[in-house]
Antibody
Framework: QVQLVESGGGVVQPGRSLRLSCAASGFTFSIYGMQWVRQAPGKGLEWVAAIGYDGNNKFYGDSVEGRFTVSRDYSKNTVYLQMNDLRAEDTAVYYC???????????????WGQGTRVTVSS | SYELTQPPSVTVSAGQTASITCSGNKLADKYACWYQQRPGQSPVLLIYQDNKRPSGIPERFSGSSSRNTATLTISGAQAVDEADYYCQAWDSNSLYVFGTGTKVTVL
């Protein structure tokens, strides 16, 4: 069955960097776009970043554009989120999700990981 | 930027029907989906393409969309349906947009 397992979260000081990983299994990794979504404590879901199935198309939410970078390694079936210049407002649980494309403009996230917690604090 | 607005909370008696709305400009021109997030758990896809259920999702969950509003309906609500619910749509400018979320309480 589809499994997404995030790792790499922790406590980090403002201005520092952190890299999250999402190990995928149970499906053909190379044909699916992948997503990162975060949820600040007590808040709603916020889309963070997306990477296309071929790794060429990458997109970012406004709040992380220029600071975060998404990438993927097909040999390891893993998606990464490199987070630089972290701020207190980046504190959240970060989820990895698989995008299931049903057609133009129709891209629900059909499987989610359990999330990894990132706390940015001095 | 594109925005999706949901009521903060909805309360329903067990066995009754709950409706959760999601409002956005010309939302009916886009595809809406819905996620359920139980306390302490990851989100689960409930509805995609406005009204389709993934395999394993109970039939009591249904979706519809008209003009500026998408609606998630829970028919015969159960205690296990107590959760937060989020709508989502894709916009060509804002890309992946989540709604503000609705907390459903089952009495």
């Amino acid at each position: 069955q589809v499994q997404l397992v995030e790792s790499g979260g922790g406590v980090v000081q403002p201005g520092r960097s952190l890299r999250l990983s999402c190990a995928a299994s149970g499906f053909t990794f190379s044909i699916y776009g992948m997503q990162w979504v975060r949820q600040a404590p007590g808040k709603g879901l916020e889309w963070v970043a997306a990477i296309g199935y071929d790794g060429n198309n990458k997109f970012y939410g406004d709040s992380v554009e220029g600071r975060f970078t998404v990438s993927r390694d097909y040999s390891k079936n893993t998606v990464y989120l490199q987070m630089n210049d972290l701020r207190a407002e980046d504190t959240a649980v970060y989820y990895c999700a698989r995008e299931k494309p049903y057609g133009s403009g129709n891209y629900p996230f059909d499987h989610w990981g359990q999330g990894t917690r990132v706390t940015v604090s001095s | 930027s594109y925005e999706l607005t949901q009521p903060p909370s909805v309360t329903v008696s067990a066995g009754q029907t709950a409706s959760i709305t999601c409002s956005g400009n010309k939302l009916a021109d886009k595809y809406a989906c819905w996620y359920q997030q139980r306390p302490g758990q990851s989100p689960v896809l409930l509805i995609y393409q406005d009204n389709k259920r993934p395999s394993g999702i109970p039939e009591r969950f249904s979706g519809s969309s008209s003009r500026n509003t998408a609606t998630l309906t829970i028919s015969g609500a159960q205690a296990v349906d107590e959760a937060d619910y989020y709508c989502q749509a894709w916009d060509s400018n804002s890309l992946y947009v989540f709604g503000t979320g609705t907390k459903v309480t089952v009495l």
